[in-house]
């Protein structure tokens, strides 16, 4: 149906993209004259309106795009869907899908564990399935994969620009596309047919060298990068790879390095178009795509020139010889706390981190493509020839029912099943704490290794004693046969069953996709319907898991006078400290219900408390969503004081969007992760940062904090704010913030969403 093809990245699409881009650079050039990187090609290319580039500059000023696509997963999704229902319109305006991936718990296997979730998540995946199918958005079904397996396998293409509302969006870089997370909100304005606004990112240039041999795989790339930079080393950037190097990693290779591009907080990562791409098109049945990225090559690789002198044209440049890459194992609790697998042994003694593993995990959207699976049965299949098992249980988590069912055909998982592997459901699973593990009693600390993308505390099975290391899923295998984190298999023996030692042998080569093509997949998405006006919206109006939304108040016009500070958060606070998810994530489209959850996993900077304060009303300690509400009954606004990087990870609107409902007024940090910055302004919740970070040694607990000359706030002008402390003194400080005059109205207008209902209304 005609609805249908809008849905699917359609060669014609891809021609008019690529002809839009080719005339959008052919007028920047004229602008610039002087040679572009890949990043600045894909972004002019999608700029809404060109005349606007002679104005860009990297991590200063805003640009306003027009992307090809936007994914939703079942979580975020539905605070998207019902953001958009509000909106008054009739469809999505640009290719749309939903893919339910989150809310599927892991416990015995896959098919038992569908079933349940099916049950579960019955009224959630109605709404899903009648508003996707009402509002012109495809809708993949429970079971069918992980949001960007199945993007890459399906939508990506490069040159492509695409949002989505998940962190790990950007995995399509791996297939040349610029593929940004993006909170809910930024997902319904695109849909409505508004441009998306992005601060002009930095670029950072990594070149790659050499070629990938023995244990080392991608994602080792990735973890030396994330150790290089450091969660934050990427902040307002996009990472863009370049360099010999880049050809001898497969595609899905590539897209396991940009996926944890998050990781770094970068806004992106993507690779430059080649052989490896074109394979891959092939592969998954879109040869017609291949060809035009041949023909149309010179905007989807950066300059030659870039390459030549890349300090000329990045702001940062990283070197990597692949050649001499060592294989990585990263943790516990930061991505970037990564180390060779040679030091590992050397770091566990001394940092006495439990040695015994308890649970081995392999797959996620970061690591379950069919090189991947093949390199992991490579490493199992060595085990069982000298008739070994795991010596704990190591859990599989395909990518999607296209892997799953090829792993299945190609006797990938027959292998990994032989030395004690359980499939789980082609779904998120443990990756996002949709874990049931009853086998580890409540505090029990405990050692996990997974190939998954993050390992804060309480990511995988909601439980912060967990320590959770990293590596490559071959790698994962090999930890899980020898049963401890100080295992090395590159230098460690084994014990066959016949008593004898052995070492294990580095992977072998793996195909990049199957010879035989990918295993052909039943029914698992539902399209559009085609009369729409005919469908109804499914939500029960006494629902515990939906609520439609009322819109949030407008800003009266007053400052902010001496209100009471909820919480000063030390350290890291993630959007998983802000609004963990957990148990939680079944409440993500009821606004009331989840907000019981606010920074429950945060930390209290004066008593290093977990997720409870000082009751400012009754001087009690409480946990912070039950102080919260007692504000909020009595009409009282408050304020949050973040440290570094606040609301780094998850690209979660509901860290921005519970705190504003339960009466957030302000969050001050000493820095601010950018989606999460991005979405506290438009849930209409100031953002601001110290001008001097010291002074959030000066916030004391019973501070009531007063944010003065708001009607005058303007673009790069400073804030007024005054702390009064219980003892009587006050202190002076001064905030900034990073507002544009169109953000200052989002704050003014209550929500950015009340600006668009008041425009569709007009
Ligand atoms: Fe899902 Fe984990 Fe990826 S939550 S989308 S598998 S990062």
Not at 70 to 77: C, H, I, P, W, Y
Not at 88 to 96: A, E, F, N, V
Not at 414 to 427: C, D, F, K, P, S
Request: with cysteine; charged share 25%; hydrophobic share 35%.
């Amino acid at each position: 149906t005609v609805i249908r093809m809008q849905i699917e990245t359609t060669p014609d699409l891809v021609s008019k993209v690529y002809a839009k881009i080719t005339e959008n650079i052919t007028k920047y050039r004229k602008l610039v004259n002087r040679p572009l990187t890949l990043t600045e090609k894909i972004l002019v290319g999608h700029l809404d309106d060109i005349e606007s580039a002679k104005d860009l500059e990297p991590g200063k000023s805003y640009s306003f795009l027009r992307p090809d696509r936007v994914a939703l997963q079942d979580v975020t999704g539905q605070m998207v869907i019902l953001q958009f229902m509000q909106s008054g319109l009739k469809r999505s305006t640009l290719p749309t899908t939903v893919h339910c991936d989150h809310l599927i718990r892991a416990k015995v296997s896959g098919d038992v564990d569908i079933k349940v979730a099916l049950d579960e998540n019955s009224e959630v995946y109605k709404f899903l399935e009648s508003s996707s199918r009402k509002y012109g958005i495809g809708f993949w079904k429970p079971g069918a994969g992980i949001i960007h397996q199945v993007v890459l396998e399906n939508y990506a293409f490069p040159g492509g620009l695409m949002i989505g509302t998940d962190s790990h969006t950007p995995n399509a870089g791996g297939l040349g596309m610029l593929a940004v997370g993006v909170g809910g909100l930024d997902a319904t304005e695109v849909m409505a047919g508004f441009p998306w606004e992005l601060l002009y990112p930095k670029r950072i240039g990594i070149h790659l060298k050499g070629e990938l041999n023995g244990w080392v795989a991608p994602k080792d790339v990735i973890l030396y990068v994330a150790w290089k930079l450091t969660v934050s080393g990427g902040t307002n950037a996009i990472v863009e790879y370049f360099g010999p190097g880049t050809k001898s990693i497969s595609c899905t290779g590539k897209a396991t390095i940009t996926n944890m591009g998050a990781e770094i907080g970068a806004t992106c990562s993507v690779f430059p178009y080649d052989e490896k791409m074109e394979v891959y098109l092939k592969s998954t049945n879109r040869g017609q795509i291949a060809e035009l990225a041949n023909r149309y090559q010179d905007i989807l690789v950066a300059d030659p020139e870039v390459e030549q002198n890349p300090e000329k044209y990045f702001d940062k440049v990283i070197e990597i010889d692949l050649s001499s890459l060592e294989p990585y194992i990263a943790g516990p609790h930061t991505p970037d706390l990564a180390r060779p697998i040679s030091k590992l042994a050397e770091d566990v003694k001394e940092n006495k981190y439990l040695d015994t593993i308890s649970v081995a995990l392999i797959g996620s959207c970061t690591n379950s493509s069919y090189e991947d699976m093949t390199r992991a049965a490579s490493v199992a299949e060595q085990a069982k020839s000298h008739g070994i098992h795991v010596q704990i249980p190591l859990l599989v988590t395909p990518g999607s029912e296209q892997i799953r069912a090829t792993i299945e055909r190609d006797g990938q998982m027959h292998t990994l099943n032989e030395i004690g592997a359980t499939v789980l459901a082609n779904a998120c699973g443990p990756c996002i704490g949709q874990w049931n593990r009853p086998e580890i009693k409540a505090g029990e600390p405990n050692t996990i290794v997974t190939s998954f993308n993050r390992n804060f505390p309480g990511r995988n099975d909601g439980r912060r004693e967990t320590m959770a290391f990293m590596g490559s899923p071959e790698l994962i295998v090999a930890l899980a046969l020898g049963g401890k984190l100080s295992f090395n298999p590159l230098k460690d023996t084994l014990k066959g069953s016949d008593g004898k030692d052995f070492k294990l042998e580095p992977p072998k080569k793996a195909p990049e996709v199957p010879s035989k093509g990918f295993s052909n997949i039943g029914e698992i998405y539902v399209p559009p319907a085609a009369n729409p006006d005919e469908i109804e919206v499914m939500i029960n109006p006494t629902s515990g898991r939906l609520q439609k939304l009322e819109p949030f108040l407008k800003w009266d016009g007053k400052d902010f006078v001496e209100l009471p500070l909820l919480l000063k958060a030390k350290g890291k606070c993630t959007t998983d400290h802000i609004s963990p998810a957990g148990a939680w994530l079944s409440l993500r489209g009821h606004i009331d219900k989840i907000s019981d959850n606010i920074f429950l996993g945060a930390v209290n900077a004066f008593t290093n408390d977990v997720g409870k304060g000082k009751n400012q009303l009754n001087g009690n300690t409480e946990s912070f969503p039950v102080i919260a509400r007692q504000y909020k009954e009595k009409g009282l606004k408050w304020i949050v004081v973040g440290d570094n990087n606040y609301g780094e990870g998850s690209s979660r609107e509901h860290a921005a969007m519970s705190p504003r409902y339960l009466g957030c007024a302000a969050v001050i940090a000493r820095s601010f992760a950018r989606i999460h910055e991005t979405n506290l302004k438009k849930q209409g919740v100031l953002a601001l940062t110290f001008v001097n970070p010291s002074d959030y040694d000066k916030i004391q607990e019973t501070d009531k904090i007063s944010i003065l000359d708001l009607s005058q706030i303007q673009p790069g002008k400073n804030v007024k704010c005054v702390l009064n402390h219980k003892d009587g003194t006050t202190d002076e400080i001064a905030l900034k913030h990073s507002y544009n005059d169109f953000q200052i109205k989002w704050f003014k207008a209550g929500s950015a969403l009340n600006i668009m209902r008041e425009r569709e209304a007009q």
